[in-house]
T-cell receptor
């Protein structure tokens, strides 16, 4: 069945350093979504990518969707302590069913 | 923005009890809702897709008779954990997709229900 792999599992950074998490699907995706979950909270939708090669930015966050629509990345420039949390990618291969990656837990040291 | 309310937020009960969790879309209609289970520090595991007016679609390995799902209206889906045992203790989260907009709609999550079975 469809699988979505996400790396790294966790990352510790110093405040101000950059951070990137990568997502790879076993099948071509119709779209990919990114969510952030704070400790004790629920996932919050960040963005959705639909087009091949698409790049979207939200302030310090840059999201990319691969040309083959099988991989994606989230890059955070100059991390802040408020960026702490787990970032999940979630892919759809068709329809509404969404498969989540394992998540990358980000720790930011002030 | 789209709001999903999930109730209760936490439950502690004895083994053998059945527990019902409600998921409501407050300001939009949701033909499709999802139920996930999340273990500590792990990803969301899709349990089932709840479709308004029809039977839920369960993922492989999820017991239909154990986790009863009812989606009786466009704004409410319920998950009942029947005869719960300690191994059912987990964080259960629902999400809903707006009925309008097609396949590119994002999921909006409830706050989750922390279930502890003693």
């Amino acid at each position: 069945g469809q699988q979505v792999m996400q790396i790294p599992q966790y990352q510790h950074v110093q405040e101000g350093e950059d951070f990137t998490t990568y997502c790879n699907s076993s099948t071509t995706l119709s779209n990919i979504q990114w969510y952030k979950q704070r400790p004790g909270g629920h996932p919050v939708f960040l963005i959705q990518l639909v087009k091949s090669g698409e790049v979207k930015k939200q302030k310090r966050l840059t999201f990319q969707f691969g040309e083959a629509k099988k991989n994606s990345s989230l890059h955070i420039t100059a991390t802040q302590t408020t960026d702490v949390g787990t970032y999940f990618c979630a892919g759809r291969a068709g329809g509404f069913k969404t498969i989540f990656g394992a998540g990358t837990r980000l720790f930011v040291k002030a | 923005g789209a709001v999903v309310s999930q109730h209760p937020s936490w439950v502690i009960c004895k083994s053998g009890t059945s527990v019902k969790i409600e998921c409501r879309s407050l300001d939009f209609q949701a033909t499709t809702m999802f139920w996930y289970r999340q273990f500590p520090k792990q990803s969301l595991m899709l349990m089932a897709t709840s479709n308004e007016g029809s039977k839920a679609t369960y993922e492989q390995g999820v017991e239909k008779d154990k986790f009863l799902i009812n989606h009786a209206s466009l704004t409410l889906s319920t998950l009942t954990v029947t005869s719960a045992h300690p191994e059912d203790s987990s964080f259960y989260i629902c999400s809903a997709i707006s009925s309008s907009g097609g396949g590119n709609q994002p999921q909006h999550f409830g706050d989750g229900t922390r279930l502890s079975i003693l």
